[in-house]
């Protein structure tokens, strides 16, 4: 067997926790902390562009799933559509902002939740690119033979961040709204997907090779952007290193946060890495059929577009496909989720070329995903 063989993703799975919540419908799960911050909401809301997303919270304020529980069931519906059996997987590499527990790691408790016998597992936590991190795990481990079916997942709890008393006692209905916590607050929601590896495309239907994954961190020039630990971006003190965890919850060292100067400070960053991928690996950006971009907001979708233009390296707007209205930003499970829905949707034929571009504005990665269509 050679030792560097070819990888295809052979199916793509999602889940989405409940029904869709329209944006008149969000407070019903997420909560309401002021008139204020509901105002704010609405402007947010029209900036970002999401028309409706999923909630894995309930109405009463309890939970229907779990952040394991998600992932796991997007990966059996990846694994339904690759057509193998969960007890095959030899591999599993998972990625979430936050598990469901601090210890132990996140893989662990999605393996718990997939029931399958003892296999090896990865664990990678980061913000949105932690979903490249566990395919490129997948796929070099397939690539070398230490796997021959391998799964990566990428699932997100957001919504359990957003109920007003995590804010509490710092930040309530009579504080003044602070555009780093609504933005948040009004833009992630909660959902999972997966894809499956395998050293063979299936048979017949759509396998998708993968040519290259190239990440960079750029955390040596930006301090925390998307945040949650420490009162702010500035502070060196880790909610653990608090007194205690109520200490470090009163002082709002447990929110969520997204510092925005920071964020738009980045934008730069990520293009030129992107016009150094394209001189590294000879890319035309007319030769792309389809450029799959997350991004939390549709207005930093634009800002996006404004910049490539100016490059001279964009690709056509018509090759962009996104899905953020329908299904909200689901943070490290969005990639996948578009992919799901550009497989299940669309009329891929062989030979094309998929780029797939992952931001991380925690501290500044970039994570590009190259596919061609067999």
Not at 209 to 219: C, E, L, T
Not at 280 to 296: E, R, V, W
């Amino acid at each position: 067997m050679s030792p560097c063989q070819e990888v295809y993703i052979t199916g793509v799975g999602k889940f989405l926790p409940g029904e869709p919540v329209a944006n008149a419908d969000m407070a019903a799960y997420i909560g309401s902390i002021s008139k204020r911050s509901s105002t704010l909401g609405s402007a947010i809301l029209r900036k970002n562009g999401i028309k409706q997303r999923f909630y894995a919270l309930d109405t009463a304020g309890g939970y229907r799933y779990t952040n394991a529980g998600m992932a796991a069931n997007a990966i059996h519906d990846a694994l339904k559509q690759a057509r193998c059996q969960p007890e095959q997987v030899d591999l599993l590499a998972t990625s979430t902002t936050q598990g469901d527990y601090l210890v132990p790691g996140f893989a662990s408790a999605v393996h718990g939740e997939l029931g399958i016998p003892p296999l090896a597992i990865f664990s990678f936590q980061s913000v949105c690119a932690s979903s490249l991190m566990a395919v490129k795990n997948a796929w070099l481990n397939v690539k070398v033979s230490e796997s021959q079916l391998a799964v990566a997942s990428g699932s997100e709890f957001a919504s359990r961040w957003f109920r007003p008393k995590v804010y509490q006692p710092f930040y309530d209905q009579d504080a003044r709204p602070d555009p780093q916590i609504e933005f948040l607050r009004w833009t992630l929601s909660d959902g999972a997907g997966a894809v499956v590896l395998e050293p063979n495309p299936k048979p017949d239907g759509v396998s998708l090779r993968i040519d290259w994954i190239q990440f960079k961190s750029f955390a040596d020039r930006f301090p925390p952007c998307m945040y949650a630990g420490a009162k702010s971006n500035t502070d060196d003190l880790g909610w653990g290193l608090y007194e205690s965890p109520q200490a470090a919850y009163e002082a709002g060292a447990i929110a969520l946060k997204q510092d925005f100067d920071i964020l738009y400070a980045m934008f730069p960053v990520w293009v030129g890495y992107y016009l150094e991928l394209l001189e590294k690996y000879d890319l035309d950006p007319n030769a792309i059929d389809y450029f799959l971009p997350h991004y939390s907001s549709h207005s930093l979708g634009e800002e996006m577009k404004r910049l490539l233009l100016r490059t001279g390296a964009m690709i056509a707007e018509e090759k962009w496909f996104n899905n953020l209205e329908r299904y909200g930003n689901t943070g490290t499970a969005s990639i996948f989720i578009m992919l799901e829905e550009l497989v299940q949707q669309q009329s891929l034929q062989p030979g094309q070329r998929i780029l797939c571009f992952v931001p991380e504005s925690g501290r500044c990665i970039a994570a590009f995903m190259h596919l061609t269509v067999v």
